[in-house]
Nanobody
Framework: VELVESGGGLVQAGGSLRLSCAAS????????MGWFRQAPGKERDFVAA????????NYADSVKGRFTIPRDNAKNTVYLQMNSLKPEDTAVYYC??????????????????WGQGAQVTVSS
């Protein structure tokens, strides 16, 4: 299974970016999916997750109201739509695939596969 993130880059504070996560070797529609991030010198933190059908979502308090995590099971892709970006959102963002259809927890152990990461830099 390979998860490949794309869409990262440099954006000014207040701007928007959309990350995409495409999978090869597995049908993502059977699994919860999520995003984590790691800023320089900090631990990896949970950002958002969505259940296999999209009915349930979970967001870190720091991104609620600014980020959403839509998914398109027909395209085997999950997204992270990031609006109203802040400099503190600067991090490497990792796509993760859950162990079950209902994996939307904030703990890393709930996820089985991780992408290689995409850099997001927000300038002030």
């Amino acid at each position: 299974v390979e998860l490949v993130e794309s869409g990262g880059g440099l954006v000014q504070a207040g701007g928007s970016l959309r990350l995409s996560c495409a999978a090869s070797g597995r049908t993502l529609s059977y699994y919860g999916m999520g995003w984590f991030r790691q800023a320089p010198g900090k631990e990896r933190d949970f950002v958002a997750a969505i259940s296999s059908t999209g009915v349930s979502t979970n967001y870190a308090d720091s991104v609620k109201g600014r980020f959403t995590i839509p998914r398109d099971n027909a395209k085997n892709t999950v997204y992270l739509q990031m609006n109203s970006l802040k400099p503190e959102d600067t991090a490497v963002y990792y796509c993760v695939q859950g162990r079950t259809a209902y994996s939307i927890q904030a703990r890393g152990s709930s996820y089985e596969y991780w992408g290689q990461g995409a850099q997001v830099t927000v300038s002030s």
